[in-house]
């Protein structure tokens, strides 16, 4: 299927990989332990949750800031434009995502829904730039 045809995305999704790349350096996993999740996308809505692998109760300031750090979720309508996935996000775990347009680039290839961030400052050190590679899986 094409990259820029939006018929094939309706569906629901199983997180395959999550990776990034800081300053054109190599692929790597973003958390220590395989993250879990699901996108649901419906046409023209778009949730999702994905939460870092080995995660525990946290009983500690520490251990629930470690929980806050592995938890990635939004929620919103999308649109197609070319081969950019963008999410109008209404409601995020982090309150300066709502009321943001999210873009990726976006690819189907067989049962494989795979989307990019454009480049964007580091979380862990912003002075580099970073792109994120989500892999979803029906």
Excluded: C
């Amino acid at each position: 299927m094409s990259a820029t045809s939006a018929a094939g995305i309706p569906g629901t999704y199983r997180l395959g990989s999550l990776t990034a790349s800081t300053a054109g350096g190599p692929s790597r996993d973003l958390y220590a332990r395989a993250p879990r999740g699901y996108a649901i996308l419906p046409p023209r809505r778009f949730r999702g949750v994905r939460i870092a692998g080995g995660r525990h109760f946290g009983t500690t300031p520490a251990h629930k800031a470690a929980l806050f750090d592995s938890l990635i979720a939004y929620t919103g309508t999308y649109r197609i434009e070319g081969e950019h996935f963008i999410t109008e996000v209404d409601v995020s775990w982090l309150e300066y995502f709502n009321g943001t347009d999210q873009g990726r680039t976006f690819r189907i290839e067989g049962n494989r829904l795979i989307l990019t961030t454009f480049p964007a400052p580091d979380r862990d050190d912003p002075s580099k730039t970073r792109v994120a590679r989500v892999v979803w899986e029906r």
